[in-house]
């Protein structure tokens, strides 16, 4: 699976908030919106999603994509 495949099936999982937390905090860091956050995230050349998270934001989602096989 690739990291995008990996990205969207881990955001198909999570509730509609979580998923908006994740990308808030990734536009954040990168001065992006939030919709080219999730563009980036799930393109065919993404890094892992972890590689674009920041702060307790990466733990948390860390431990969420364990809890869900995925890390």
């Keep these: 699976m690739s990291n995008a495949q990996t990205t969207e099936r881990f955001f198909a999982l999570i509730d509609s908030k ?7 905090n990734i536009a ?3 001065g992006i919106t939030s919709a080219d956050a999730l563009d ?3 393109c065919e050349e993404a890094e892992s999603l972890l590689d674009y998270v920041t ?5 948390a989602t860390s431990a969420l994509m364990q809890r869900h096989g995925l890390a």
């Design 18 to 24: 979580t998923k908006a937390s994740i990308l808030e």
């Design 28 to 30: 954040a860091h990168y």
């Design 40 to 42: 980036e995230v799930t």
């Design 55 to 59: 702060g307790s934001t990466r733990a």
